[in-house]
């Protein structure tokens, strides 16, 4: 089916991402802060809120406030704005810091971010942590998701593996938007296959998520054994586990989030990675989606977000 996407829809699939990337974030937070997470996630064992978001949350709504402006990605603008919004309470690294603090400070974007880790750019896992709601936003394209993932990424992260965690990701969200219009869900290792396609062959993170398809049905500790939970922060060990998750329980937004806190980790983040992705498809308030309550109890999103 081809179909035309205005901009208002795109605006919407991008939000209802967003939504589900910033609850995943906020409540994610909560368990990293805590310590150890129950072993059953249900209403009765949830945080008290406010839920508080996090760095993820904080850089997803100036891609998103860039995408409302402008409809696409100006690497200078999005460069800026990541450093000037950036707050340093919000649980950034310390490499993210440092290119924030250069960018802030007029050193360009690109030297900024080829500067990071010794001159080898950053392969962490922050490009991809942003990105979920952009994919939603070009549901109509994922070779557009991709080119402008990449644009996204390239201006803190300037290492190949940084920047195919947050291609992989935005494809994924792009493939789950465009599986809600169509109203039809996708066999988990189609999806996966999907997004592998559209990922530098190149990379660690185009083998890991080849390795995820054949993880599929497995136990969560063999698969965070294979692929990782984030606790390196690297895109290499959280991506791929990210999308096993969203494409296992891609129908069920509250079992995604708590297989994250079950896994232990980068919660914040990988819950956030797979909140987006599970979002674009379920949306909000929806059978699976993100629950109304979740969403109430997650800190509300920074006034400057359009
Ligand atoms: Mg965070």
């Known amino acids: 089916m081809s179909f035309t996407l205005f901009a208002d829809a795109r605006l919407a699939l991008a939000r209802d991402s967003l939504a ?7 409540l994610g937070a909560q368990f990293f802060l805590s310590g150890p997470a129950p072993e059953q996630l249900t209403e009765a064992t949830l945080p008290p809120p406010p839920w508080e978001w996090t760095d993820d949350t904080e850089m ?24 000037e919004r950036c707050a340093a309470q ?28 010794d001159g080898q750019g950053s392969c ?42 947050a291609v992989a990701v935005a494809v994924a969200a792009a493939l789950a938007a465009r599986a809600r219009l169509d109203g039809h ?31 599929l049905g497995r ?14 922060v690297t895109a290499q060990d959280t991506v791929a586990f990210t999308l096993w998750v969203a494409a296992t329980y891609l129908d069920d937004y509250p079992a995604a989030i708590r297989v ?23 949306g909000v308030g929806t059978p699976g989606g993100v629950p109304e309550a979740w969403l109430a109890a997650r800190e509300p999103l920074p006034t400057w977000l359009p």
């Open 20 to 26: 589900g990337l910033s609850t995943g974030d906020a």
């Open 60 to 83: 997803a709504c100036s891609v998103v406030a860039e995408l409302a402006a402008s409809g696409s990605i100006d690497r200078d603008r999005l460069a800026l704005a990541f450093a």
């Open 90 to 117: 919000r649980g950034y690294g310390p490499g993210a810091m440092l290119i924030l603090r250069l960018i802030r400070t007029g050193t360009p974007w690109p030297v900024a971010a080829a500067s990071a880790f």
């Open 124 to 165: 962490g896992n922050g490009a991809a942590m942003r990105v979920g709601p952009l994919g939603a936003y070009f549901a109509d394209s994922t070779a557009r998701a991709a080119a402008q993932a990449r644009a996204s990424a390239e201006v803190t992260h300037a290492h190949s593996e940084g920047i195919a965690g």
């Open 185 to 215: 869900r996708p066999a988990p290792d189609r999806l996966l296959a999907g997004i592998a396609a559209a990922i530098d062959p190149g990379t660690e993170v185009h083998r890991c998520v080849q390795r995820a398809i054949g993880l």
């Open 219 to 232: 136990p969560l500790p063999r698969v965070v054994a294979a692929l990782g939970n984030g606790s390196r």
């Open 260 to 282: 994250c806190v079950q896994a232990g980790g980068d919660v914040d983040t990988t819950a956030a990675i797979a909140g987006a992705v599970v979002a674009a498809y379920t």
